[in-house]
């Protein structure tokens, strides 16, 4: 696996307004995997998109793929104070469950 | 499902001492994974098991040794405890396969003072 980059390190958005995360990756990949964590808790796994894949909805989140930029995007629509929370991309390249993790978007959802 | 569950939550050790985490996968799943998580980090790869084996090693000291058990719960275990072995205990659960989500468990949070 190698390592996903968040980019911001810190974002906050009042309630209502959409949040849109990026991220980086160095070499090919399988897939690439969104988590969520709050108040330094277990991660949650919010949507897997695979190599073959450009985009994909779940919910209110939507997740971008560019291989040839080796880069994706997390877009939270119409976000909510329960966003509030630590978000990681990671991205995995086959052969075993070793998730490389960068420090995370800090999301803030203001009321 | 009670999905990945961990035990205990929280754990207060003193230097020097032993301590034994505890990992149940998510039903279905016969891959576990452990990583530290320090504050205001992101989760570090401590090492992987499959098939009651070690796979994969992150960069860990041998205090840190694990086991997985015939159905396929885990145990990580560390030894000689540091201050700076300070931090939430994440275990992930996977079915083995190329594009299958990793679970994670809610941590246990351990202090050694």
């Known amino acids: 696996s190698q390592q996903g980059e968040e980019d911001p390190q810190a974002l906050s958005i009042q309630e209502g307004e959409n949040a849109t995360m990026n991220c980086s990756y160095k070499?090919?990949?399988?897939?690439l995997q969104w988590y969520r964590q709050n108040s330094g808790r277990g991660l949650v796994h919010l949507i897997l998109?695979?190599?073959?894949?450009r985009e994909k909805h779940s919910g209110r989140l939507r997740v971008t793929l560019d291989t040839s930029k080796k880069s994706s995007s997390l877009l939270i629509t119409a976000s909510r104070a329960a966003d509030t929370a630590s978000y990681f991309c990671?991205?995995?390249?086959?052969?075993?469950?070793?998730?490389?993790f960068g420090t995370g978007t800090q999301l803030k959802v203001e009321l | 499902d009670a999905g990945v569950t961990q035990s205990p939550t929280h754990l207060i050790k003193t230097r020097g001492q032993q301590v034994t985490l505890r990992c149940s996968p998510k039903?279905?799943?016969?891959?576990v994974s452990w990583y530290q998580q320090a504050l205001g980090q992101g989760p570090q790869f401590i090492f992987q098991?499959?098939?009651?084996?070690?796979?994969q090693r992150g960069n860990f000291p041998d205090r840190f040794s694990g086991h997985q058990f015939p159905n396929y719960s885990s145990e990580l275990n560390v030894n000689a405890l540091l201050l700076g072995d300070s931090a939430l205990y994440l275990c992930?659960?996977?079915?083995?396969?190329?594009?299958?989500?990793?679970?994670f468990g809610q941590g246990t949070r351990l202090t050694v003072v």
């Open positions: 992930a659960s996977r079915r083995t396969g190329e594009n299958t989500e990793a679970f």
């Open positions: 070499t090919s990949i399988n897939n």
């Open positions: 998109i695979r190599s073959n894949e």
């Open positions: 990671v991205s995995f390249k086959g052969g075993g469950n070793k998730l490389t």
């Open positions: 039903s279905g799943h016969d891959t």
């Open positions: 098991y499959y098939e009651e084996e070690e796979r």
